[in-house]
């Protein structure tokens, strides 16, 4: 069986090309991909080449951002699936090339146990399940308290949905970045634009700082805020860390990583989106997958660009 893909050959180049999929298990689904979407911060890296990631082999499928329709099953586990509309972080099912994340085909092959139905979520949104996971499973990390000062660092995907989680648990958010789109789109108590109003001059000092622009820069500036005893969480993804250590010393800071979601945390996440009216916002551009080499130009390299479709249906 054979499907579309969005393939990476090589560093610096990407291109549709017909994959062969793995033949359907037992437990497996066929879904008919209606969307998906780039994840900015991993594909860029993947794009160069530079991904620290013991699966980066070329040729490469990248995505693990999909929404489509189970059109068939493999056997009894997923029988319950066929004709629903589901999200899925990413596939593995090819053959002769590297579904390390997999998402981005016309079809995919995946476990039923993998998918999520997206019941009233609406499909375009539903691209956003991954991320909207991986910024709760952070944010579940920090077991935040009532009141707690929160700053994210970095209003992209991530960071617009770290500050919803917080915010969700009755944290004071404060939200940075030098990009007024964005920023316009938060939805934290304070927003600051970094172009005009450095960190160093906010009286605030916080408890919690969120790094999800994936800049070591953003974050050595925001050390001068942490409070005394502070944690900071990276969620963006990064070659290195390199932070200047005494700001780290003199505050006693804690550091925490936080990897992708867990079990259990696309269902919490769809139904927070679910719930959500507002979400649909930082959906900003959309383009037929056939016009994938621009999309992902406009994606990696346009600051307005929050968060980029790729519609299948062409």
């Not at 951002?65 to 056997?75: F, K, M």
């Not at 789109?181 to 634009?193: G, K, T």
Request: charge should be negative; aromatic fraction near 6%; glycine fraction near 10%.
């Amino acid at each position: 069986m054979k499907t579309q893909a969005v393939v990476i050959p090589e560093a610096g180049r990407i291109e549709l090309r017909t994959v062969e999929l793995t033949p359907l298990g037992s437990d497996d689904v066929l879904v008919a991909t209606l969307y998906t979407s780039i994840s900015a911060g991993t594909e860029r890296m993947l794009l160069s080449g530079r991904l620290p990631h013991p699966m980066l082999q070329f040729p490469v499928v990248p995505g693990y951002e999909t929404v489509g329709r189970v059109i068939a099953a493999g056997g009894p586990a997923g029988e319950h699936l066929v004709d629903q509309t589901v999200f899925v972080g990413g596939s593995r099912g090819y053959v002769a090339v590297n579904g390390a994340w997999g998402g981005q085909a016309a079809q995919l092959v995946v476990p039923a146990q993998r998918v999520v139905p997206l019941g009233d979520l609406a499909p375009q949104a539903g691209t956003l399940i991954a991320l909207a996971a991986t910024a709760l499973h952070g944010v579940d990390l920090l077991q935040l308290g009532a009141d707690a000062q929160v700053l994210v660092l970095g209003q992209g995907p991530v960071g617009q949905m770290a500050a919803r989680w917080a915010k969700s648990r009755n944290a004071r958010v404060t939200a940075a970045d030098q990009t007024t789109a964005r920023l316009a789109l938060s939805e934290a108590d304070v927003v600051i634009d970094v172009e005009h109003t450095p960190l160093s001059n906010l009286d605030t000092r916080f408890d919690i700082i969120i790094e999800a622009s994936g800049s070591m820069a953003a974050l050595s500036t925001g050390l001068s805020v942490l409070a005394p005893g502070g944690t900071i969480l990276l969620l963006g993804f990064y070659d290195m860390l390199q932070l200047p250590y005494m700001p780290l010393f003199l505050r006693e800071a804690r550091l925490l990583t936080a990897k992708e979601w867990s079990p259990g945390d696309p269902e919490r996440a769809r139904d927070f989106l679910q719930g959500s009216t507002t979400v649909g916002r930082l959906l900003t551009h959309t383009l037929p997958v056939t016009e994938v080499q621009q999309a992902y130009e406009l994606a990696l390299h346009d600051s307005s660009c929050l968060k980029l479709v790729l519609n299948w249906e062409v």
